[in-house]
Structures are given as structure tokens and as C-alpha cells.
């Protein structure tokens, strides 16, 4: 049986570029991300996952790739990436890449070369049209794209894009593409990888455009991706970036012979609604939503990523509470259905709740991940456009630039946060690791404990009914041992009476004390404002 290393990792993702620049040009790069490997490994990390670094103009923040065998000379060379994973691997940390094929740039050769010339062998790499479609399917980004479809003046035929312009659709339909993208996973698996992050994959198995394009048939592909990469490696896995309604799950999951895990986008927009309410209602329902996936499968948990908060699959009621509560400017929020915000600003820094939602994320049944910057509490820069907002420089120190490169500030790949509360003098890796009380020091505790607790990520979940709405209880159960969260999301301390199975006492784990049932199953629980408890139970006992 396959090694589920994935259903307990401590996963955190970040950009090369912002991370840390090693030699004063301003870019972040991969010797810079080598020498902070220690900081990841302190705070418990086991798994990284890399945003595109790959050769790219850049149209889409990397995801626009033209050389998917390289990296990009910005950020370092192919020797500094082994170099980097082999220091990953010292410390126990494993890599995983994301994985860009719904569509390359439009500067790769491949799609230079379909543009130049009808009868090259790399036309039928993309997807043509003569005529447009009477019915389109909507852009993803319907702030700068009308259509999906963009004139090619060259060849006089319309091009497939999903996302930009700049960004035409590969057509995943042509044996020979799918051969291609074997080779690009077989190159970073040798180079040590243990994953691929699938970007974009809806859109990566849809005809659209392609003619007799037969939907199942493209489905499968996913199997054959895993097929090849079971093909290569014992343990590497698939992680897809699926932002769909839950009869389409089993699709990705397919009978555990597809994708490994799938980022949990339904629980999170769950999640900040249960915030926006302080009701755990919201919660428990998404949890049920959710339908049993096979036992290979996992959930990928997290509060925010690298682009918008999707809230896209909520009702529209919802999403205004959610807006109304978290981004009540219309310059918070992006294409309609999403808030570019990081989470400390949109909770008013507020360490309480803070603390209270990474400790509820890294216990819903799954596994949990971190963003660069998360740990430290970093804020975001409504100044910048789109989704950059929540893409500034880490911030290692109270130095200019906060720490992470030596250049003059004109020269930065992006902008640092430098001014108000989240600014680096205040916001930084160095100061908060000498304050015993930062969220730093909370967040690395937070993942020790975490990480004694493998019922969360392997166990069988359960609701345990409480006698206040606002307090989520969940029990995960796993090899005769059971972990046990509560969770107040409101405002106002409480009592809440929790209802177990029969248990002799509950053992807290963030501050070591005992409680003893009050009757039977209830357990008396005090919470304060945005309280939290941990607790472990012995089953067998
Ligand atoms: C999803 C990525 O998360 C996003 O940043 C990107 O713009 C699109 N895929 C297109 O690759």
C-alpha cells in the first residue's frame, strides 16, 4: 500500500520570487529560499509546495509558463533546485511543484510555433476555432477578459483561453500533449519531487472547443496522469486545484485511482461564513456536504492562498455577510466573488480570533497548510492591484526592506509592506522569535501539537453536540485513539456543554489539565471570546 505520508503533513506554500533574495538584485531566489530552510524546518513544516518558478513572462504571476524544464534565471538555476532539494530533503521537508497545463504562455514555442504556421505540428497542441461559439463559457477573469476566445490575426482562427489572452489552452485531447506533460512530471520526479500541485484542473478536462471531445474520455486522463507518476515514483501524489460542487468530487478522486488530495475549497468558504455569523452551524453543514471520498483520498485545508478568498459557491446572501463582515470596502473584494485580503487585516488583528481560526483549520479532518507570512501574522497592500494585494515580500526582520534583500528599495520584484501595523518593523520572523507570546512562537506550538494528534488527519470525523450555537465540536477517531476540538467563534466567553461518547476524563493538550465529565457524556467546557480547546481521549480505556 501507498505510503500516506500526505494525510499528516504540515504543508506550507510559497513564491521563490518573494521569499528571499540571496544576492542583493532584489528578486527572491532559490539559494535565498535554501538558506531559510531552517526557519521552515523550526516551525515544523514537513512538505513546501513551490509556486511556478519556471522561465515565464510573467503575465500571470509565473502560472504563464514557456519552458517547463528550467527555472526561471531570475530566481537561480537548475543546480541551485537540486542543491535545494537536497537540503529540503536533510531537514526532512519534501517538495512539491505546481503542475501549469491547462495552457502555457503564449510565448513558449509551442504556441509560437502553432501561431506561425497551420500545418506545424504543434497546431493541434492548442485548441482552434473558425467560427465563435453561440454559447461561451464565462473567462475566469471577467474583469479583463470578455471572452475565452482571442482572434489570432496570424492564422486567422480564434484561440481557446481560459484564464489571459496571453495564456491559450492546451488541448489535453491530443495524445501527443498528454505525452508531453508525462515527460515534464517524469523530469521533476527524477529531480526528487514528491507531488505535483494540478493547477487549474476543471478547466484541464474540459472539451471546450475540441471537437468530439468525449468527456469521460478526458477524465481519464487523470488516471493516467496517476498511472505514470505510480509509474515513477512509491509515494509522490497528485494535489488538485478543484474549485467545484461536490457531485463533481468523485471525478478527481475517481475510485481512489486519481487524484491523492484536493484543496478543500468548500469547507473554507464554510468556514468564513461560520466567522462572519460566530455560529457553527455553516461549518457542521459544509462538513456534510462533503461526501465520502475512498480511503486513499485527503482534504488540503487552509485559510487563505495566493489568490483571491474564493467565495464563489456560496448563496449570494452569504456572500454579503461574508463581504459585510470581512471586506466591507468594495477595493477588498475581486472579480465579485472574492476578498484580497489577508487574514489578519480582516479580522482586525485581532490575535484572539486569529489564533482561534488556525487552530480550527488545523483540526478539521484533513491536512492543514500555511502561506509564507502566515505564521508571522502578515498583513496585506490594498494599494496594489488584483490579487497582488496578498503577494508582498516576506518579512524576516526590522531591516530596510524587511530583511529580505539587500537592494535599493526601486529594485524590488514587488513591494514590501513597510508602513501601519503590518508593517516589517513591527511584523517580522526576527522580533516575533524572541517574543515567547508572538503568533510565531503560538504557531510552532500549534504544529507540535498538531502533529501528536494524527486523528485529524486520519481518523473518522464526528459532530459532538453542544448546547451553544456558537461552539463547533468535533471528535476524529483513529486506530482505537481520539482527538477532540471545541471551538468558540464567538465574541463572548461561554459555557458549553459538550455530549462524547463515554470517556473517563478529557486531557487538554494546549495547557495540560484534566476534566472530568459532569454527568455520563457531558463535559462541562469554559471558553473564552474565540476560545479554543484541544483534547486527546483514550478510546480503549
Ligand atoms: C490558478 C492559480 O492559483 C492562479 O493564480 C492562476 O491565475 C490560474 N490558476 C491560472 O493558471
Redesign the pocket.
Known sequence: MKDQWYKNAIAYSLDVETFMDSDGNGIGDFQGLTHCLDHLAGLGITCLWLLPFYPSPNR??G?DVMDYYNVDPRLGTLGDFVEFMYQARERGIRVMVDL?V?HTSNQHPWSQAAGADKNSKYRDYYVWTDKLPEHEVEPVFPDVERSVWEYDETSQAYYLHH?YKE?PDLNIANPAVQEEIYKIMGFWLELGVSGFRI??APFLITGIGIEGADEKCLQNFLSHMREFLSSRSIDAILLA?ANVTPDKFSVYFGDGDRMDMLFNFLLNRHMFLALARQQAAPLIDGLKSIPKIPQIGQWLNFVRN??ELDLSGLASEELEEVFAAFAPEENMRSFGRGIRRRLPPMLEGNCHRIELTYSLMFSLPGTPMLRYGDEIGMGDDLSLEGRESVRTLMQWSDEPNGGFSTSPEKNLAKPTISQGNYGYTHVNVATEQRDPNSLMNWMERLIRIRKQCPEFGRGEWQILETDEPCVFAHCCEWQGRAAIAVHNLADRECIATIKTKKYKHLIELFCDRQYEPIEGELFSIPLSAYGYRWFRVNTMR
Open positions: 500571470d504571476n502560472y501549469v491547462n484564464f495564456q493547477d487549474a486545484e495566493h489568490d
